[in-house]
Every structure is written in C-alpha cells, then in structure tokens.
C-alpha cells in the first residue's frame, strides 16, 4: 500500500489532501475545546448547545446532499466538490482571529461539518473512482485510516508546542487560514488532475 502511494503523485496529491482536512480539522477542534469552557460553565448548557449544532449540521447535510451536491458535482466538476469547504475555512479562521468567540466558532463548525459530509466526502469518492482497482482499495485504506490519524496526531502536537511557544490565539487561527488555503490549492489540484485521468480514460 505505501509503495502504491509514493510512486503515484496523484495517490500523494490524495494524502496531502487528507492531512490537510484532519490538521484543519484539529485546529478548530481545539478551538472549540478552548471558546467552550469559556463561554459555558454548565455542563448541561454545553451539552444542549451542541445538540442544536447537530440537530442543525443533519438537517442542512441531507437538503445540500438531495439538491445541490449532485448538481454542484455535475456542473462544476469535483473541482468545486474539493475547494469550496477549504475556502470557507480560511474565511472562517480569519473570521476567528478578528472576533474571536463562540458563536463565530460555531457558524464556522457548522458550515466545516456540513460541508464535509456534503461535498468533500463525495468529492474523495470520485478521486479513487480516476485509479484502478488495485489502487482503489489498497491504497484508499492506507490514506483514510493510518495517514488521517497520523496527520491528526501530528497538527495537535504542533499547535499544543505552538500554544506552549507563547502563540495568541489570534494566531493559531491564521495559521488555520494558511492551512485551509494550501488545502484549497490542494483540492483545486486534485480535481483538475481527476478531470485529465478522466479524459485519458475516454480517449482510450
């Protein structure tokens, strides 16, 4: 499986993508932790709270998934499936260093979730469905279970030595930013690469 991946820049394109989603991801997640315990100190008022944001993430996940997915796919490409999430995300980051609270977290959270389930989700399953068969299962395994935890493990241990280093949380979130638009340069880069696999597979 790791030999499949480092002799296809492609498969690596894939694994750069996904470290990238789980560093983003960790990144907000502490964030989370951090405006939480600050803004509630109620156990039960935290735990409501986020029951709404789930109730809310579920509900805008299956309108996206039944009327726009498909369409944002089949008009746009897997292009737009990859990038749009990453983009909100850097405007979201950004949105956190200038007014850094809890409810700019949340809209932000919300918006990551939904669009993770929505679009990214999707647009992963149309990257491998551009590699053969081999490729396919072997290497998917290897990149969505060993490689998301590892780049999982490794963005919360730089953004703790990060925090222990004196950085604001100001900070932490543009660099949050700066992931979130590698990630979009990523995903752009992935799609337009899945569009040519796409179009050497129907001249042949």
């Known amino acids: 499986s790791f030999t499949l991946v480092l002799k296809s820049p492609y498969l690596l394109g894939i694994s750069l993508f996904v470290i990238l989603l789980a560093s983003v991801n960790t990144f907000l997640y502490f964030e989370q932790l951090r405006l939480v315990s600050e803004t509630f100190t109620d156990t039960a008022q935290r735990t409501q709270v986020f029951a709404r944001l789930d109730y809310i993430v579920q509900g805008l996940t299956i309108i996206l998934q039944l009327f726009i997915t498909g369409r944002l796919a089949s008009r746009l490409g897997v292009v737009a499936l990859l990038t ?29 979730r939904v669009g993770e389930y929505a679009f990214i989700r999707p647009g992963r399953e149309m990257l491998f469905s551009r590699v053969d068969t081999e490729s396919k299962y ?40 700066a992931l979130a638009a590698l990630w979009a340069l990523n995903g752009w880069w992935l799609g337009r690469q899945a569009r040519l696999r796409e179009r050497s597979s129907g001249r042949d």
């Open 138 to 177: 072997k290497a998917k395994n290897l990149i969505d279970v060993p490689v998301y935890r590892g780049g999982d493990a490794l963005s919360a241990q730089v953004k703790t030595a990060l925090e222990a280093g004196g950085l604001a949380s100001a900070g932490v979130a543009l660099l949050g930013a």
């Open 84 to 112: 749009l999430v990453p983009l909100v995300m850097v405007a979201g980051f950004v949105g956190l260093a200038v007014v850094n609270t809890f409810w700019v977290l949340a809209v932000v959270f919300v918006a990551r």
